[in-house]
C-alpha cells in the first residue's frame, strides 16, 4: 500500500485548483438554511457546473455515468473543493453519496441508466427512508410493509429523521417485503417517487434549528416491482453496500472542513488571549493530531477499496466512529474559546457545536459501528 501521490495525481490536482479558482467567484450568496427550495436550486446548479467540467460522479464506473477516475483523484477532489471553500453537496448528499453508488454497485443496467444521470446533472435530488421510530439505529427491526401486488408493491409504514425529504424526487426506502423471514433477511431496497400518492411529509426541527430532517408517513404507497434494487428478500445485504459507502467516504469532505475550521480556532484564541492557556494549547495541538490521522485513515480506507473493487470495507466504521468523536471535541474547544460567546447563536460555530452532538447517532450509532470493529475486525465474539 501506497500512500504517497503519484506525477499524474498531482497534474489532477493542479488542473482542479486552476478550474476551482476560476469558477468560485462567479457563485451567488448561499440561500440560508431553511430556504429549502433555493438551497435546492443553488446545491443543484453547482452540481452542473461539475458535470459540465467533468468533475461529477468522478469514481463513479464509466458506464455509470462516472468519469472512471481513480478513488485517490476523488479523494484529492474532496480535498481540493473543501479548501477552495467549494459548495458541499448539499441537497444532492443521499444521491451522490448513498443511493448513487449503491445502484452503480446493485442496479440492473436499465436502473443505471434511469437514475444515475439525473443524480450527477443535479436534476433530481434523494432523500434516505431508513430509520423507523422506535428501532433506533437497529435498521432490522424496520416494519414499514411492502405487499406484493402484480407489478407493485403496496408499501405503507412511517419513516423518521429522512433527509432532504421537502425536496427530494426519489426516496432509497426499506421496506419489509417478508415479515415471516428473519429480521435481517426478508428486507427489501426500494426507489420510491416522493410525489407519489399516499406520501405524506412533515419537517422536524432539529436542536441547532435546522430541517434537513423530516418523518414520512406512507399509505398504501405503489412502488413498481421494477424499482428494487437487487432481489427481493435481499434488501439488507444491498443495505449494508449503502452504509459502506455512507461511512467510508461520505463524511471525508466533512474532515478537511474540520481541519480548516480547527486553523481558524487557533487563530481566534491568538487574538482573544485564549492562547496563553496551555492546556488549551494541548487540546488544539491533539485535536490536530486527530484529525490528521483521520485522514490518514481515509487515505487507508480509500486505498484498500481501490484494491476491492470501489466499495469501501469495513474500516470505515473505525473512520466513522473516531470522527464522531473527534468532531465534537472540536466543537466543545470552539465553545472553550469563545467563552460566553458560546451562548450567541449568531456566533460562528454555535450552532455547529448543537449539530455535532448528532453525530453520535448519525450513520448508525457509535455503540453500532464498536460492534463492527469488534466483530467483524477484531474477530469477536457476537454478545460479549
Known amino acids: 500500500m501506497d500512500l504517497a501521490y503519484t506525477e499524474a495525481e498531482e497534474e489532477f490536482r493542479a488542473r482542479l485548483r486552476e478550474w476551482l479558482a476560476a469558477v468560485l467567484p462567479s457563485l451567488p450568496a448561499k440561500p440560508s438554511p431553511d430556504d429549502w427550495p433555493g438551497r435546492r436550486a443553488y446545491d443543484t446548479a453547482w452540481q452542473r457546473m461539475l458535470y459540465d467540467a467533468g468533475y461529477a460522479g468522478l469514481h463513479w464506473p464509466v458506464d455509470a455515468g462516472g468519469q472512471g477516475a481513480t478513488p485517490t483523484q476523488h479523494l484529492i477532489f474532496l480535498e481540493e473543493t473543501e479548501k477552495a471553500g467549494a459548495p458541499y453537496v448539499g441537497a444532492n448528499f443521499v444521491g451522490l453519496l448513498h443511493a448513487g ?163 481558524a480556532l487557533a487563530a481566534e484564541a491568538q487574538a482573544n488571549g485564549g492562547w ?64 460566553a460567546d458560546a451562548a450567541d447563536l449568531d456566533r460562528e460555530w454555535a450552532l455547529d457545536r448543537l449539530s455535532s452532538l448528532s453525530y453520535t447517532i448519525a450513520a448508525g450509532t457509535s455503540q453500532i459501528q464498536r460492534n463492527i470493529v469488534a466483530e467483524r475486525i477484531l474477530g469477536l465474539p457476537k454478545g460479549r
Open 276 to 339: 496563553d492557556d496551555p492546556v488549551l494549547r494541548r487540546r488544539l495541538g491533539r485535536l490536530n493530531a486527530e484529525f490528521r490521522a483521520l485522514w490518514r485513515l481515509t487515505q487507508w480506507n480509500v486505498s484498500e477499496a481501490q484494491s476491492s473493487g470501489g466499495v469501501p470495507g469495513t474500516g470505515g466504521s473505525v473512520f466513522k466512529l473516531r470522527y464522531s468523536h473527534a468532531r465534537q471535541e472540536l466543537y466543545e474547544a470552539a465553545a472553550e474559546v469563545l467563552g
Open 101 to 263: 453508488p449503491t445502484i452503480a454497485a446493485e442496479g440492473t443496467a436499465e436502473q443505471r441508466a434511469r437514475w444515475l444521470p439525473p443524480v450527477l446533472r443535479g436534476d433530481e435530488i434523494w432523500c434516505q427512508g431508513f430509520s423507523e421510530p422506535d428501532a433506533g439505529s437497529d435498521l432490522a427491526s424496520l416494519r414499514t410493509r411492502a405487499v406484493r401486488d402484480g407489478d407493485h408493491y403496496v408499501v405503507s409504514g412511517q419513516k423518521i429523521w429522512t433527509s432532504h425529504a421537502e425536496v427530494a424526487d426519489w426516496c432509497e426506502l426499506l421496506v419489509r417485503t417478508d415479515p415471516t423471514a428473519p429480521r435481517h433477511r426478508g428486507i427489501s431496497w426500494l426507489a420510491m417517487r416522493m410525489d407519489a400518492p399516499g406520501v405524506t411529509v412533515r419537517p422536524l426541527r432539529t436542536l441547532a434549528g435546522s430541517t434537513e430532517f423530516a418523518e414520512m408517513f406512507l399509505d398504501e404507497v405503489r412502488v413498481p416491482v421494477s424499482h428494487r434494487i437487487g432481489a427481493e428478500n435481499d434488501g439488507w445485504r444491498v443495505t449494508m453496500v449503502t452504509l459502506s459507502f455512507e461511512r467510508g467516504t461520505a463524511f471525508v469532505g466533512e474532515v478537511v472542513a474540520c481541519r480548516r475550521t480547527l486553523a
